[in-house]
């Protein structure tokens, strides 16, 4: 359509000139394609001249210093609007079929209610980029709704496509409060002329909650005497920052909140005719669901700043919070104590083992450093509200030691997998970082009576590093039997990465290591690891429950 035209091309010549100033001519864009909307529709001149004003004033407006002003001027416009003849005349019963006429109400009705919705979407400016995907979203919706009820589709849908052209041309750019208003006149004139009140609730409803109304945090605090409760207001985009959602995370949870209640407004129109109690019931189920979502999607979003390194105990498991660098860091500050310090690489398995193996449970505990392996240690530390946002995969991690052990020096020795795997693994490492001294190697399937000769073939290489391959929990429990006699100062239990090293399993594409599924790949690469998946839903009951009894989280200083 002529609008949806105009309304890409102007965008394009803002975008371009956005860096000087482009922002401010984002109200009279609106306007233009608020008159070449009404003109679209053959409406009488004055009419178009009156939408095209209010889309102009409600920028303007809205950049005025006092919020009486804002509004206002806001309301004053939307007045002029309705009067010119954009006005609700009927407002349908919510989730029925009958219309209730508003006759003499028509005009302050529609008045209010474009200030309201335009009002609504000014804080959408907080958020640099939301209001452009809030614009796409809203205006394919809305489109979408109007062709579906087939009602005045002509100046609803040249409104609505405008500003989804818009939001496509401008996506990513930050927009001031004059011109998210503008972009909200726009939709909230086209929800009165394709007669969406209804959904349009929905449509608006998000970028209104999150970024501008106010609404109660409540916290509580158990105390000896009994329980305390404070509060404040704020709204929760405020919230989003406190809990260390940075800008960009943010963005994209919000739009996607919207996008999720933009498709409830389409299956109500879609399922319009139907029971009222089944719509209720379809409100109530869908929204519940979404909270939960919303609230898992935040947990896992959150990144608080961590003054210092910090031990957080994960369901009786004291995990590092700590990155890559910060593991190697340490390790190296460990190597030069020249004593035995025990390394568990934790995933979801050991977490699930720490309830069921108490010998494991107190090894663990015992440790120097836990580190996050798995992404189901991260996940379940986010959801409990512990800062664990980062992996420390012991297979990476065994590289990166490697190619520090060939800069500084450092020894290392190779224990576990199937005969012949660390041998060629050791070549393959030596291979990739020169330097990198190997001082031995040696097979897992070693009988009680071979192990002294083990022990003795370990402390007579002297390593600053022992590899062991085992798997969890045999090569921690044997490490942990063993510290006196092995005096190696690093010793570190590291799986199945010593096949990965030697060419016999190759790891995930790195698409897949990005998307956190690696472990599913190697599952369907080899099935005998099927029965590990059981610890996932394990896991997940664990962390239910410890959700349930709200625990405070336990942390200490790192030693």
């Known amino acids: 359509m002529w609008a949806a035209a105009a309304a890409f091309i102007l965008g394009c010549l803002l975008r371009w000139r956005w860096r000087e100033g482009a922002c ?60 010119a003849g954009l006005r609700i005349e009927t407002i ?12 003499g109400w028509a005009v302050p009705v529609a008045t209010v209610w474009l200030w309201l919705f335009t009002a609504l979407f ?3 400016a907080r958020l640099r980029g939301l209001t452009w995907s809030v614009a796409v ?17 002509t100046l609803a849908l040249a409104l609505a496509l405008g500003c989804a052209g818009l939001g496509v041309t401008l996506w990513g750019l930050p927009a001031e409060a004059g011109g998210a208003a503008s972009v909200g ?17 929905l449509v608006f409803v998000a970028p209104a909650l999150i970024l501008g109304v106010p609404v109660l945090e409540i916290t509580y605090r158990l105390r000896a005497g009994g329980v305390s409760f404070t509060g404040r207001f704020c709204s929760l985009f405020d919230i989003l920052t406190v809990e260390g959602v940075d800008e960009r995370r943010a963005l994209w949870l919000l739009t996607v909140v919207h996008a999720y209640l933009c498709l409830l407004a389409v299956l109500l129109v879609l399922w319009m005719e139907m029971h009222f109690a089944f ?10 669901v979404g909270i939960a979502l919303f609230w898992v999607a935040v947990r896992l979003s959150a990144r608080k700043h961590l003054p210092d390194l910090k031990r957080v105990n994960l369901l009786g498991v004291p995990v590092t919070a700590v990155t890559m660098d910060e593991a190697l860091s340490i390790l190296e500050r460990l190597i030069a104590e020249r004593r035995t310090h025990l390394v568990v690489t934790s995933d979801a398995s050991a977490l699930v083992r720490a309830q069921e193996d108490d010998e494991f449970r107190r090894i663990v505990q015992q440790a120097d450093l836990v580190t996050p392996d798995g992404i189901g240690v991260v996940w379940s530390a986010r959801l409990l509200g512990l800062p664990i946002y980062e992996r420390v995969p012991g297979v990476e991690l065994m590289a990166k030691l490697c190619e520090r052990a060939a ?29 990198l001294q190997i001082v031995g190697t040696h097979h897992g399937y070693f009988t009680p009576e071979d192990e002294q000769q083990v022990l003795e073939q370990i402390r007579t290489a002297q390593p600053d590093i022992l590899f062991v391959a085992f798997g969890i929990p045999k090569q921690e429990k044997w490490i942990a039997r063993h510290a006196d006699v092995l005096q190696v100062p690093i ?27 690696e472990w599913l790949y190697r599952t369907l690469k080899d099935p005998k690891r099927l029965p590990r998946l059981l610890s996932i839903p394990k896991l997940m009951w664990l962390v239910a429950k410890a959700l349930w009894r709200q625990r405070t989280p336990n942390t200490e200083t790192l030693p």
């Open 122 to 124: 000014r804080p959408t």
């Open 491 to 517: 010793c570190i239990g590291v799986g199945g990465s010593f096949d990965v090293y030697a060419g016999v399993v190759k790891r995930a594409p790195e698409w897949v290591q990005r998307l956190c599924l």
């Open 137 to 153: 979203v809203s205006g394919l919706t809305f489109a979408f709704i109007v062709v579906q009820t087939q009602s005045q589709p």
């Open 92 to 103: 349908k019963v919510p989730f029925a079929l009958q219309f209730a006429n508003l006759g």
């Open 279 to 288: 719509k209720v019931l379809l409100m109530g189920v869908w929204l519940t």
């Open 407 to 435: 800069q500084r020096g450092w020894r290392v020795f190779l224990l576990g997998a199937k005969p012949g795997v660390a041998e060629q693994a050791a070549r393959n490492l030596q291979a990739r970082y020169p330097g």
């Open 24 to 83: 401010w001519w984002l109200p009279w864009a609106a306007g233009a394609v608020a008159a070449l909307s009404g003109a679209t529709a053959s409406l009488h001149l004055l009419l178009i001249a009156a939408m095209a004003v209010f889309a102009v004033l409600a920028g303007v407006a809205a950049r005025l210093p006092y919020r009486w002003q804002r509004e206002v001027g806001t309301l004053v416009a939307a007045l002029l609007v309705t009067s």
């Open 185 to 201: 006149a726009l939709l909230a004139m086209a929800s009165v002329a394709g007669a969406l009140k209804n959904t349009a609730f």
